[in-house]
């Protein structure tokens, strides 16, 4: 079993940044790719962002390419999503999730493992 714990997330002007981190306990995180994804009130929860395990290759949604930034300390058994020149558009509950051996799908009944979310919300 693994265990994720999002934190970071908060009230932001359109412009500015957030960190978000995911911590996992339960097992190690070095064996799973990790996603975030995120979900707006009334939508579909949708892909954000995705690094595999093996090689820490990266994805990203087209709505947040070149804004956002997903890594991953394998060390500190935690992964991050870093978000610059927010919208508010961006405004939604932000979870990560974990796939054992996965490829960083976008598609997010792939991941076995999810955090409770953390809420992000960006004023204009």
């Known amino acids: 079993q693994v265990q994720l714990v999002e934190s970071g997330g908060g009230l932001v002007q359109a412009g500015g940044s957030l960190r978000l981190s995911c911590a996992a306990s339960?097992?190690?995180?070095?064996?799973?790719?990790m996603g975030w994804f995120r979900q707006a009130p009334g939508k579909e929860r949708e892909f954000v962002a995705s690094?595999?395990?093996?090689?820490?290759?990266?994805y990203y949604g087209d709505a947040v390419k070149g804004r956002f930034t997903i890594s991953r300390d394998n060390a500190k058994n935690t992964v991050y999503l870093q978000m610059n020149s927010l919208k508010p558009e961006d405004t939604a509950v932000y979870y990560c999730?974990?796939?054992?051996?996965?490829?960083?799908?976008?598609?997010?009944?792939?991941?076995?493992?999810w955090g409770q979310g953390t809420q992000v919300t960006v004023s204009s």
């Open positions: 999730a974990a796939d054992r051996y996965g490829s960083g799908s976008p598609r997010r009944y792939e991941y076995d493992y």
């Open positions: 339960g097992r190690s995180l070095s064996l799973y790719s």
């Open positions: 690094i595999t395990w093996s090689a820490g290759r990266t």
